[in-house]
């Protein structure tokens, strides 16, 4: 969808801040927003698309004002309650009523959690067609305004760009994020800033992105 959350290659919301920290957050809350984000107990169905669709449904002005990981909080609240897992009354108590979903795993212990690395995976599917494009074709990012999640920049849409890497076949986010399973082949594709951006014309700059065939139209 076309919401706040795309604000790449817009202007009028000020200069970035760059700062840095040795520690890696800024308030302990956060941190452990983290833990209970990796150790709550998920709804089956659940996929991370999912939940960044949850955060782009933000009301506009809170979206660029709440803190990143206040947004965690209140996506998966929402998630967990529109999955049945938790009620609004829990989640206002801090207490449960005593009764679960049967099909909902156990929540992850802290020690759990915190002794719990992600392990280096592949997420390639079968597929049984061949990719439409080759490594060194020109392609075109479509030019579409979409009303669910998508994962195409709104900066990049129209514009000509060059496949250098094909990735195999993935499950397509723009679906995954409405519980649908698509399976389409996934590129990187290298577009020329000058090209995106007018003023910043001959520039070296380029920029790459990794999209699925449904993102792209042949060059003519």
Known sequence: MDGIHDVGGKLGFGPIKVTHHDAPFHEAWEGRMVGIARGLARAP????????????????????TRPYFDQWYKAYA?????????TVEELASGVSDGTRPKELPSP??????????RAGARFERPYDKAPRFEIGDRARARLISPTGHCRLPAYVRGHLGEVIAYHGAHVLADAAAHS????????????????????????????????WES????AG
């Open 215 to 218: 993102h792209l139209d042949d």
């Open 108 to 117: 992850m212990s802290a020690d759990t959690v915190t002794k719990a690395k």
């Open 78 to 86: 929402c998630m967990l309650v529109g999955a049945g897992v938790v």
């Open 180 to 211: 649908q399973t698509r399976i389409e082949p996934l590129y990187t594709v290298r577009f020329r800033l000058s090209d995106l951006f007018p003023e910043r014309e001959g520039a070296a700059d380029r920029v790459h992105l990794d999209l």
């Open 45 to 64: 169905d659940w996929n991370s698309d999912m939940f960044r669709h949850s955060r782009e449904l933000e009301d506009p002005v809170l979206y660029l």
